[in-house]
């Protein structure tokens, strides 16, 4: 195991307390350079224990996660090696975001907040939106974002049933959009309803 992961198993109290050593211990380290990298982050191994009833159309539930402590970052495989690289992975897709975004590294060890991705598209369309959740999706209320997809809302390996759906409920045709965003899909939507 290297110097910054620790397996981890359940949640009490000893093991977030190790969990905090570890992340307090990476933060000190960190004030001795100015730029950070994967490994100077507190990382955590824990396992899950996967259900039949867990696994999905697309994919199943791996039983091994590996995580950075304090940041809402994680992945997943069937081995450590895999879900340590599925991490890798997520880490660097977040760190290319927040560079496009002019938003810095946090600092290892420390506490990262949430953040909700952006709704701005989805606010121009509220009431569209709104009625999309509860007569396509099905909820009676449901946060989305400019970020959230048709993928987000099922299981199954295509898009199909949301797709006819929409098709049904709006008489538009969203097949051609892949990234299945849902802020394109309502502003074709609301488009196409202008034009009648």
């Known amino acids: 195991m290297s110097q910054n992961a620790m397996t981890m198993k359940p ?13 307090l211990w990476k933060r000190l380290l960190s004030y001795r350079k100015h730029t950070w990298e994967f490994e100077d982050y507190p990382i955590i191994f824990q396992g899950q224990d996967p259900e039949p009833a867990s696994s999905t159309a697309r994919g199943q539930v791996h039983p091994h996660v590996a995580r950075i402590v304090n940041w809402w970052l994680s ?31 946090p600092r290892p060890g420390v506490e990262v907040p949430l953040e909700f991705a952006c709704r701005d598209r ?20 449901a946060f989305i974002s400019d970020e959230s997809s048709l993928w987000d809302f099922h299981t199954e390996t295509t898009n199909e049933a949301f797709v006819t759906k929409i ?24 488009h196409c309803q202008a034009q009648h």
């Open 75 to 105: 992945g997943t495989g069937e081995t450590r090696a895999d879900a340590l690289a599925d991490l890798r992975s997520t880490f660097q897709n977040v760190c290319a975001a927040r560079s496009r975004d002019g938003k810095p590294l």
């Open 167 to 190: 098709r049904e409920v709006y008489c538009v045709d969203v097949t051609d959009l892949e990234s299945a965003h849902l802020c394109e899909i309502l502003e074709r939507i609301e």
């Open 11 to 23: 949640n009490g109290p000893v093991h977030r307390i190790r969990r905090q050593a570890l992340a």
């Open 122 to 141: 989805i606010e121009a369309v509220h009431e569209l939106a709104d009625d999309f959740i509860h007569r396509v999706l099905g909820f009676e209320w």
